[in-house]
C-alpha cells in the first residue's frame, strides 16, 4: 500500500488486524492458562500498541491464574505506576500479594522502593504545582512527605520475617537511593538501632554493623565517576574504619568469636579480590595481618589456612602451611600444598622424598594423601621431572621418559607443552613427534584451552612445508571443539596473530 500510495483507510485497517491478533491472543490464553510466556508475550504485544488498558486487565487476568509467582505481582505493579501512572493500583497489587506471600523478601523490598518512589512523585508534582510553601497541605499528605508509611512498611517486614539481618540491612541499601530526601538518615539510624537491639548476639547482624561505613560504596564511586574525581583514598579510610569496627566488635561483643572472626576474614579476602593490582599489596600484608591474629584467637580450619595461603608470597606460605600441617597432621589438603610449594620453588628431590615420608607417616592420612596426590602433586612433579631429566640427560631419555608418562592419567598440559619446548629447543627436532604430542594434549584439552590450538597453529605455521590445507584443517577443528568461551578468544588471537 505504501509504495501504490494508497492509505486510504489505513487506520481502519490496522485496527481490524489488531483486533484479530488479540482475539488469538486472547483464544491462545484461555486455551493454554498455565503458559506464562504466552501471557508476557501478549501484554507486550498489547504495550507496543499503546492499548495500555487493555495490557492492565490482562494483567489481572494472569495474576488470578499464576498468582504465586511474586516477580508477576511485581511487574504488574510497576506497570500501573510507571506506565498507567496509578500509584493506588500498585499499592494494592503490592498489598494483595504480601497477604498471599507475606514471607517473600523480593516482595517487601520492592513494595519499600515503591513507596519511596511515590513520595519522589508527590514532591515532583508539588515543585510544578508550585505548592511546597503553602499550608494547605493536610496532615496526610505531610506524613507521606516525612515517609511515615516507609517506616511502617520497614517495620511491618522486620516484624514478620524474623531472624533475618540481611534482609533489614537490605532496606538501607535502597534508602541511598533516596538520599535527598530529609528523612532519610534518621530511617537508616533507626534500622541499625534494630539491629543493635534485636540481633546483639547474632554474629551476622554484628558484621553487618560493621560494615555500614561502605553500604553506599557503589553510589559514592558512581556519583564520583561522572564528576571524574578519584575516591580510592576515601574508600581506603572507610575500609580502615569497617576494621576497627569489626575489632572493636571482637573486643566488645557477647556474639560467637568463631563466627564473628570468620566474617571479618570473608570480608578482607572480599576487599582483596576486588582492588586493583597497584594497590593489592597493601591489602594482602593487612589480611595477612587480620589471617595472623584469627589464628592467635580461634581455631582456624584447614580451609582457611589454604585460602590464607593463597594470599601471601611465597615464603611466607611455607611458615603459614608448616604452622597449618602441624595444627592439622592427618589433613591431607595441607600437605599437599605443603609439597606443592616446594616443587614450585624447585627443591631438590631429597627434600620433597623426606617431606612426602613425613606426610605418609600417620596412618589415617596415608590412603588419602596418595589419592590427593594422584589427582594434583603427580601432574607438577611429571613437568618437574621432565625438566630435570633434560637439564642432566639426553634427549633420547627425554623422549622415553614422555613415551611412558604420556600414557598415564591423569593428564597434565603443562606437561605436554614443557616436551613440545624441549623438542623445539633440541638440536635434533623430531617435527613428527612434535605433532603426536600436540594430538595427545588435544584430546584431553582440546575444549577447554584455546592456547593450545594458538600455539599448534603458531608451530604449523612456522613450519610451511606442512602445508597450508593442514593449517586450514587444524584451524576448523579448533572451531569445532572449543567451549563457547574459550572460542571467542580463540577467534580474537587468531584475528591479531593472522594465525589463518
Known sequence: KLKLGRINKKNEIDLAIKRRIERLFRSACHRFKKDVNLWLTFIEFLKKQHDYSTASSTFTSVLQ?????????????????????????ARSLFQRALRIMPQEKKLWLEYFKFELLYI????????????TKQETQNDEEDAVLQGKIVEIVFHNAQTTIENDPTFICSFVKILYE??????IEPLIDHIYSVLKEKYSSNALAQSLIAQRPLINERKMIDEAAKKEQDVTFMIAILEQQVRENYEQQLN????????????????????LS?????????????????????????????????????????????????????RYPNDAS??????????????DCKTIKKEFKLACQNSDVKQSQMESF??????????????????????????????????????????????IKIEQSSSNIDNKRIKTAFEQAIIYFGKTSADLWLVYLDYLKQHQSLGFVTISRIHSRALHTLDSDELKRFNTECALKNLT
Open 374 to 419: 594422584d589427582l594434583s602433586v603427580t601432574l607438577q612433579l611429571k613437568s618437574k621431572y621432565l625438566q630435570w631429566i633434560n637439564q642432566n640427560k639426553s634427549i633420547k631419555q627425554v623422549r622415553q621418559l614422555f613415551d611412558k608418562l604420556s600414557c598415564r592419567i591423569p593428564a597434565s598440559l603443562p606437561f605436554y607443552m614443557d616436551y
Open 65 to 89: 491464574t499464576h498468582g504465586n509467582k511474586y516477580w508477576l505481582w511485581i511487574m504488574a505493579a510497576k506497570f500501573e505506576f510507571e506506565t498507567m501512572v496509578s500509584p493506588s493500583s
Open 120 to 131: 519522589e512523585l508527590v514532591q515532583k508534582r508539588q515543585t510544578v504545582l508550585d505548592r
Open 274 to 326: 576486588q582492588i586493583s593490582d597497584s594497590n593489592k599489596s597493601e591489602h594482602i600484608s593487612t589480611c595477612d595481618r587480620v589471617f595472623s591474629l584469627a589464628s592467635e584467637q580461634i581455631s582456624l580450619t584447614p580451609e582457611r589456612y589454604l585460602e590464607w595461603v593463597s594470599i601471601v608470597d611465597h615464603n611466607r606460605a611455607k611458615v603459614i602451611i608448616q604452622k597449618a600441617t602441624d
Open 334 to 347: 595441607l600437605w599437599n600444598q605443603r609439597l606443592s610449594l616446594l616443587i614450585e620453588e624447585s627443591a
Open 178 to 183: 533516596f538520599s535527598q530526601f530529609s528523612f
Open 252 to 271: 566488645n561483643s557477647i556474639v560467637d568469636k568463631n563466627e564473628l572472626w570468620n566474617l571479618y576474614l570473608d570480608f578482607c579476602v572480599q576487599r
